[in-house]
């Protein structure tokens, strides 16, 4: 029977504290692209909420810087390169493309701004719904490979295949 150390035990809770922020955040995340994903579906909705719809963007611009700062520190990608250095490509090709998906919400946030003001046409409303679709998948795919990547990481250091 092995003995956990105080020193242990400090180490692991906050490990386990930010694993479950980013499980709580992850779902806000998910509830939120869900909202918007209505609208999306749904142009008429747009015109009918507009203020409501322009609220979930600017939301979903806060959740995600929320999001990829969360994994950004506190050792959330850099334990995985200490334990499996060859990651170390993977893992700064998810840090690039956080940059990326927050500057494409920003983008669609700015062309937004006017939707609650009615001065936006069809074309230009069609656009953010494009845009918005386009985020939708991308960031899809971005937690798909990130959680293969913290995957391999995981099971090669609980001493799988990897």
């Not at 020193?7 to 490990?15: A, G, L, T, V």
């Not at 999306?40 to 009918?48: D, F, G, K, S, T």
Request: glycine share 4%; proline share 1%; no cysteine.
């Amino acid at each position: 029977m092995s003995t956990i150390t105080n020193n242990q035990m400090n180490n692991q809770q906050p490990e386990a504290l930010l694993r479950k922020a980013i499980r709580q955040d992850t779902q806000q995340l998910s509830d939120l692209r869900l909202a918007i994903g209505a609208f999306i579906e749904n142009a008429a909705l747009v015109r009918e909420h507009r203020e409501k719809f322009l609220g979930l963007i600017l939301q979903l611009r806060g959740q995600l810087a929320r999001h990829f700062a969360l994994k950004e520190t506190n050792g959330y990608f850099e334990d995985s390169i200490v334990e499996e250095p060859r990651l170390a490509g993977s893992i700064e090709h998810l840090r690039t493309q956080h940059t990326e998906l927050f500057q494409m919400i920003s983008q669609i946030a700015d062309a937004s701004r006017d939707i609650s003001d009615r001065a936006i046409s069809a074309d230009q409303l069609n656009e953010i719904l494009e845009s918005l679709r386009a985020l939708d998948f991308a960031l899809q795919q971005h937690e798909r490979e990130e959680s293969q990547i913290l995957y391999e990481a995981t099971d090669v250091d609980l001493g799988g295949q990897g």
